[in-house]
């Protein structure tokens, strides 16, 4: 049998054929006329893959067939019919774009919808924590203001510093501002910030950060263990910010 003319694979697959259909296509035209054990025998493949590949080159209308007493006989079609195939796609194609122009909008406005929903991210350990503040400090570095809000508990402030010991010099590095509600004892001013004091007796169970358009909460589980959330809402974290900035002047300095 002659050599199969190349046909690139992404031609192709664009006329919605495939490698071992050009092999098949080849071999009818060099028969003639031929029954599908004849076409298989010839083109060196299973009964099957030949049988696949002619139901495809019909569909395409590369390929016919007669009904004989004992046997379907198949043909090739002239080649030209391939270039056909080619311009039917591109019509295919020019409604597809012209569908997809029209459904497109749709879908713009369901991932805005889904954009408005908060995104929340659960973080575990001291490098779940440490994720967190990295991300503090980058969504923060972005901001006009470059400062960040934080509800400091005492009962938690040497947990999470303890998982990255190097948080503090990084931010003032960044040249990063933080205004903290201390919650409990303890607690200093070190470097581009601001600290008041809600109470000085009472911690709390959690730790807040409010920064960009995100709130994170970080706390202990029932075996001291470190874990937070962080929540992606723009409308919570203004929330809080109102929240934080109407309590600012009512708390104590010392």
């Not at 098949?24 to 031929?34: E, N, Q, R, S, V």
């Not at 924590?129 to 508990?153: C, F, Q």
């Not at 303890?162 to 919650?183: N, Q």
């Not at 937070?228 to 910010?241: L, N, S």
């Amino acid at each position: 049998m002659k050599r199969t003319p190349h046909i690139t694979p992404s031609v192709l697959h664009a006329l919605g054929l495939e490698e071992k259909d050009m092999q098949i296509y080849a071999t009818l035209l060099h028969l003639g006329t031929a029954p599908l054990r004849q076409i298989a025998e010839e083109a060196q493949v299973p009964r099957a893959t030949a049988y696949d590949s002619l139901k495809r080159l019909l569909s395409c209308r590369l390929v016919s067939y007669m009904d004989a007493k004992t046997h379907r006989y198949f043909m090739a079609e002239d080649p030209s019919r391939l270039q056909t195939l080619a311009t039917k796609q591109e019509m295919v194609i020019q409604e597809a774009r012209e569908e997809l122009s029209e459904v497109i909008p749709d879908f713009q406005k369901i991932l805005l919808w889904s954009r408005r929903r908060p995104v929340v991210k659960y973080y575990e350990g001291d490098e779940g924590v440490k994720e967190i503040l990295g991300n503090v400090l980058e969504e923060t570095a972005k901001t006009s203001k470059k400062m960040y809000r934080i509800y400091s508990s005492s009962a938690l402030r040497d947990l999470i510093a303890a998982s990255w010991p190097g948080f503090l010099k990084t931010r003032i590095k960044k040249g990063i501002h933080v205004r903290a509600i201390s919650i409990g004892s303890g607690g200093y001013t070190a470097g581009l910030d601001e600290r008041r004091w809600l109470s000085h007796d009472d911690s709390a169970p959690t730790y807040i950060f409010i920064y960009a358009d995100k709130t994170a909460y970080v706390s202990v589980d029932d075996h001291g263990r470190l874990f937070g959330v962080v929540i992606e809402d723009e409308g919570i974290a203004q929330t809080q910010t109102k929240i934080f900035d109407a309590l600012w002047p009512h708390v104590g300095r010392e």
